[in-house]
């Protein structure tokens, strides 16, 4: 159980989560928590708070998108070329949450991603970023930890 493990374990399953050691070691600190939904409200706030320094880090352990393996080659192609084009412009990967997008339709969802977020200006793309670098650490908290957050 995520409140009762060691801290090293704990921090490591957060690591997993979202590679920023602020929002790591500040959730492993405030231990226990009374269930997920307060874990992944804390991990919302401390989001919230992560500076730049901490978003170019979490950004940095982030990779592109994975592509179910049926999914033709010339989307790989294709979204291989436009995370290139974005990682250019920016200079880390692109981060989404597909949380709520089915499978049909993840290809479609990201690469209209990359495409319109593309137009954005460097500090527009740090917040949006920061936002799906949120959702996406609470996501991954709720897959890993499901309902063992006492």
């Known amino acids: 159980m995520f409140n009762t493990a060691p801290a090293e374990e704990a921090r490591r399953t957060l690591f997993a989560c979202l590679r920023s050691s602020r929002w790591v070691h500040r959730l492993a600190a405030h231990r226990p928590y009374p269930d997920l939904g307060a874990l992944v409200a804390a991990s919302d706030e401390a989001a919230y708070d ?64 990359i495409r319109s977020r593309l137009a954005n200006d460097a500090e527009e793309e740090r917040v949006v970023a920061a936002e799906e670098l949120r959702r996406l650490a609470g996501q991954r908290l709720v897959r890993r930890l499901g309902g063992g957050g006492r």
């Open 50 to 113: 992560l500076t730049p320094g901490d978003l170019a880090e979490a950004l940095a352990g982030e990779s592109m998108p994975t592509l179910p393996a049926d999914t033709y080659e010339a989307a790989h192609t294709a979204l291989s070329a436009a995370h290139a084009a974005y990682e250019a412009r920016f200079g880390h990967a692109f981060v989404v949450c597909l949380d709520g997008v089915t499978r049909q339709e993840a290809l479609d969802h990201v690469l209209a991603g």
